[in-house]
């Protein structure tokens, strides 16, 4: 749930199904941490995977050598390697990214975003570019039109998570959209037709 790239989040996934089971616990952290000292003779603190993994909230980007730690539990030299690796393994083509993701890099100012989660809620956005996004209509969510986030992406099955929501009055605490089952519905409604 911090600013993991979809590469970030894939790398989680491949590891728990090599691990054999979700870390969602502070045990499961704890005891994949010595697990993967073991294999890989590195180690990398319960704290450290329990940020990763977005276990507590905190909007740090990874460190590069957590991740290259990581990349070897799975096989591979780097966390560089593994990128390379995805791009030309059949997962990148199959399963996670087409997982319906948005790249905010990938939009055009003025385009509209339309994003749903479990139950019934509904949220019309305007991309205004640089990650940033307004919100124009919103169905049963406490997401109000007029507000705005910054996020690099959205990603389906996976929960939104945004530090603060800026509002006319001030930023809002931490937002979670989808805590449960995430992110059910990401299109992009529109391209500017100005």
């Known amino acids: 749930m911090a600013m993991n790239t979809?590469?970030?989040e894939e790398l989680k996934l491949l590891i728990e199904q090599k691990y054999g089971k979700t870390l969602s616990t502070t045990t499961d952290f704890e005891e994949f941490s010595v697990s993967l000292g073991h294999?890989?003779?590195q180690s990398v603190s319960p704290s450290t995977l329990k940020r990763l993994w977005g276990y507590?909230?905190?909007?740090h980007k990874?460190?590069?050598?957590?991740?290259?730690?990581l990349a070897q539990y799975l096989g591979h030299v780097s966390f560089d390697a593994f990128v390379s690796w995805?791009?030309?393994s059949t997962r990148y083509n199959s399963s996670f990214f087409n997982a319906k993701q948005l790249i905010s890099s990938e939009l055009d100012a003025g385009m509209e975003v339309?994003?749903?989660w479990s139950p019934n809620r509904l949220v019309r956005l305007r991309y205004l570019g640089d990650s940033r996004y307004e919100v124009e209509s919103s169905q049963n969510s406490k997401l109000m039109p007029g507000d705005s986030f910054i996020t690099r992406c959205f990603i389906k099955d996976q929960p939104l998570y945004l530090p603060y929501i800026e509002r006319p009055d001030g930023r809002t605490a931490p937002f979670l959209a989808g805590r449960n089952g995430g992110l059910t519905i990401i299109n992009v409604i529109s391209n500017k037709n100005e």
């Open 56 to 59: 507590v909230n905190d909007s």
């Open 39 to 41: 294999k890989t003779g």
């Open 86 to 88: 995805l791009k030309t």
């Open 6 to 8: 979809p590469e970030i």
């Open 114 to 116: 339309e994003i749903g």
């Open 62 to 69: 990874p460190r590069i050598y957590t991740l290259n730690i």
